[in-house]
């Protein structure tokens, strides 16, 4: 016999202990070997790797000698650059896994006899769930209780059409209830359901990368095309200046330098650190790479309720036996003429009633239907009271399409069947062919449709939404048609903007960002609602108008900037978003069903967290944990500067190896001497210092005071655009030059001391560097923390092997007053001229792209 009371929560504990958590096991776990061994197999290792090994080897080739401290030095470096590059990957994909299980689904389930929100890894077999339209099912479950229920098995049949469950039939873990509600009994859970069978396959299905990771991957090819390249040239013209050996070592040289060893790594942490800001800020990721292309949208189409508005519906108004009654003015229990009008929104109503473990009453539904159970507990009508006294027979359950629900009940007392009905005044008043005014039943005259359309526009019109209520007594349980209903009044609520959406909405306007309200509200709702928040509109368009529009009708309506959209369904939000994904991003929003299909197609698919179905919420990139505009918006600066972040590191990658390729370039060809101008280990050790903690530091600074400011970056804009192109070779240029000026004026002292002054050089000019580019960003260095320690950091540790017997093992010596003095004023110049040409290159850069536009 199938059980209707649940489980006890010991019982639960239990079964769970026994038969293990319901969830289908990750084959790709987290393994730090793995993790450490990836360390070893990019292209930069391997040629270093390849260096020892040559260093090696070579000294047992005719007249030459075996160099082991070369080689074990590499080696060294190459271990503790692997052990860094291990903990940075690790705690990213730590963080990645912690966002993962905030995103936990959960599942309504009775426990101790009363309703609990509980997650789907603890269902275990026997539990009662608790299932409504939207839900995903936790696990393999049999029917006890079902109301027009269709469970949509596309994830494991590929059938699209939703499938008519009743009660004993089977509904399986990862389908949807697609409309009604009912009560389950699980069967199997984990990898006992029929998902388990088939886990294999689904392990095997991998995330699709977004198109900043492309690009970061692109990127990545280019680079290692050239220096290969390049390498292979300058080895063929080391090989007439140099020896093998050193021939070898110059390309080897060559390549260390030019390979940004450090970018996929400061990458992904610039991302797990943007992804736990944004958690923070009550913004949930379920992928990685959206924490950077939130920053990018330019338009945001937004849900109104909850999102723009509380969701904290209350009713003001009634309109009932041809009065508007305000509800404030009803005494407590004086509610004799308007009892029938109440009763049928408890009744025709999906709200659950609990008490959570501090014994503090939880109302679980949707906020609308809160609203109507409230009111009618002010003045004395309680749903539990109520469904003692009306047994639900059946209920056909809202839809976007519809617009109404009905449910068929039988009054426990007298066996009397009626149907109660809710919906959108005007899609009801066409199910009606009588009223009932005054506790008389009488024809619905024309004038009186007239008349409560009359008052259902000016409610809405005052920014409340209206709900019609009609009933009609049924000869028997299967009597459930909804049509000649009756006629009640109608229910009139507010939901009051977010306080901050005006201000936040004149942010989005500074920052060029485009807003579009998509509602399934009324027009004068919706403009009413965008007039009180100051959302511009050029007009506003109705589902039934886009109905009637080609694509193109609809493109032009949107290019004369109507953003208002009202009386929608989730195929509405569609069509309008592939319209304004041909020249946009576009962050969507979204919490119902058929909702997903946008939110899946969007640039950022946002679901809701408080209000969000749980197929909402497999489907998108976000979720907002508090359902606030506010955290879209505080999203998008967060994506900014992260992609600003990582244009800076980037920025300072590229001129950093830049230089010490054009450096290794021009010695290898233009200057007299025996040996490479920088030997492998320290370039290696320049790039350790400069590509590790300064490069990371970057990674966190703060946002640019104007970062909301100026419009988003254009749709097809590269990382590497025309102005960071141009700062990367001029700026680039002026180092080399500054660079081997430096050399050549120290050289008279030895080859030894202006190698030692060349190398300490490479590492204090990164101070240039960044200084250029916190001047350009209108930032100034106290704002990072981070960034200080790691530059301090850096010098330390050149001092260190600078003055320390460490200096026999990079093949340097002790600097002089006047390598300090050289190397100083090479700071001072080079800080100079960085400024000058960041100047030139911005004001260069802003008459171009004025002259496009022109």
């Known amino acids: ?55 090696f080897i070579i000294g047992y080739l005719p007249g030459q000698e075996p160099d082991f401290v070369d080689a074990a030095l590499i080696l060294i470096i190459v271990f503790v650059s692997g052990i860094s590059g291990f903990f940075q990957e690790y705690k990213a994909e730590k963080s990645i896994e912690a966002l993962q299980e905030m995103a936990a689904p959960k599942t309504l389930a009775i426990r101790d006899g009363q309703p609990k929100e509980i997650s789907v890894s603890e269902v275990v077999v026997g539990d009662v769930l608790l299932l409504e339209s939207g839900d995903i099912v936790p696990a393999d479950a049999k029917l006890i209780e079902s109301f027009n229920v269709a469970a949509d098995e596309s994830a494991l049949t590929g059938e699209s059409e939703a499938v008519t469950k009743k009660v004993a039939d089977t509904i399986f873990m990862n389908s949807f209830i697609y409309i009604g509600n009912a009560k389950a009994e699980v069967i199997k859970t984990g990898l006992s359901t029929k998902v388990g069978e088939i886990a294999k396959k689904l392990q095997a299905i991998k995330t699709e990368k977004t198109s900043f990771e492309k690009e970061i991957t692109l990127l990545s090819k280019k680079i290692f095309k050239i220096i290969a390249v390049v390498t292979v040239v300058i080895f063929l013209v080391s090989l007439f200046k140099y020896s093998l050996y050193a021939a070898l070592l110059t390309a080897v040289s060559l390549a260390v330098a030019a390979i940004p060893e450090g970018l996929p790594a400061i990458v992904v942490l610039s991302l797990a650190i943007g992804a736990k800001a944004l958690a923070r800020k009550q913004a949930l990721i379920r992928k990685l790479g959206v924490a950077e292309s939130i920053g990018a949208v330019d338009i945001i189409c937004t849900d109104k309720t909850g999102t723009l508005t509380k969701n904290e519906m209350a009713v003001t108004k009634l309109y009932i036996n041809e009065n508007v009654i305000e509800t404030k003015q009803i005494k407590n229990n004086a509610i004799t003429e308007i009892e029938l009008l109440i009763r049928s929104g408890i009744l025709c109503n999906n709200v659950q009633i609990v008490k959570d473990k501090d014994n503090i009453v939880q109302y679980l539904g949707e906020q609308t239907e809160i609203g109507l159970v409230k009111f009618g507990e002010k003045i004395g009508l309680n749903k539990n009271n109520l469904i003692k006294k009306y047994k639900l027979i059946n209920e056909q359950s809202f839809t976007s399409e519809r617009k109404m629900m009905s449910i068929t009940t039988q009054e426990i007392k007298t066996g009397v069947y009626q149907i109660y009905a809710k919906g959108a005044p005007e899609v009801l008043l066409k199910k009606c062919d009588r009223i009932y005014i005054n506790g008389v039943v009488q024809p619905l005259a024309d004038t009186a449709r007239k008349e409560i359309l009359k008052h259902n526009k000016g409610f809405a019109s005052s920014a409340l939404r209206v709900l019609g209520f009609a009933w009609r007594g049924a000869q028997n349980e299967n009597d459930d048609e909804e049509k000649n209903l009756i006629w009640i009044g109608l229910q009139a609520m507010i939901d009051p903007p977010h306080p ?76 309008i978003l592939n319209v304004l994904e041909k020249e946009n991003r576009v962050a969507m929003t979204g919490d119902g069903v058929n909702d997903s299909l946008a939110l899946k197609q969007a640039n950022v ?174 930032l100034h260095w ?40 050289v190397l100083l004023s090479g700071i001072v110049v080079g800080y100079i001229l960085a400024i000058l040409i960041t100047k030139i290159v911005i004001r260069y850069t802003n008459d171009k792209i004025v002259s496009k536009v022109r």
């Open 1 to 55: 016999m199938l059980n209707t009371l649940g489980l006890t929560t010991q019982e639960a504990q239990r079964r769970l202990e026994q038969y293990g958590r319901n969830e289908i096991k990750r084959y790709e776990k987290i393994k730090p070997a793995k993790i450490f061994l990836v360390q070893f197999t990019s292209p930069l290792v391997l040629i270093l790797i390849v260096a020892a090994i040559i260093s």
């Open 500 to 575: 901050e959406v005006k201000s936040v909405l004149e942010e989005c306007r500074n920052a060029g960002i485009r807003v579009i309200m998509i509602t399934g509200d009324s027009a004068i709702t919706a403009s009413a609602i965008a007039k009180e928040i100051n959302l511009k509109s050029n007009g506003r368009l109705t589902g039934k108008e886009l109905d009637k529009m080609t694509d193109n009708e609809l493109e032009q309506a949107l290019n004369k900037d109507i953003n208002i959209f009202a009386r929608t369904n989730p195929f509405h939000k569609l069509r």
């Open 605 to 778: 698919g946002i679901a809701m967290g408080l209000r969000g179905t749980a197929v909402a919420k497999n489907a998108c990139d976000m979720i907002l944990l508090d359902d606030n505009f506010k955290t879209i918006v505080s999203s998008i600066k967060e994506g900014r500067k992260i992609f600003d972040n990582i244009r800076k590191f980037i920025n300072y990658l590229l001129v950093s190896n830049f230089a010490e390729v054009g450096v290794l370039l021009v010695a290898t060809l233009f200057i007299s001497i025996k040996e490479p101008i920088l030997l492998p280990m320290q370039i290696l050790w320049i790039n350790l210092l400069t590509d590790g903690l300064p490069a990371l530091a970057l990674g966190v600074d703060p946002a640019r005071p104007d970062i909301m400011s100026k419009p988003p970056r254009p749709k097809n804009d590269p990382i590497i655009d025309k102005r960071l192109a141009w700062l990367i070779g001029t700026i680039g240029i002026k180092k080399i030059c500054v660079l081997l000026a430096t050399f050549i004026i120290v050289l008279p002292l030895g080859i030894d001391v202006a190698r030692t002054t060349l190398f300490t050089g490479f590492i204090l000019y990164e101070f240039v560097r960044i200084s250029s580019i916190r001047y350009q960003e209108k």
């Open 782 to 821: 106290f704002s990072n923390k981070w960034l200080i320690g790691a530059l301090g950091i850096s010098l330390v540790l050149q001092m260190v092997i600078i003055y320390t017997p460490l200096s026999s093992f990079f093949h340097i010596v002790p600097l002089g007053l006047f390598s300090w003095s």
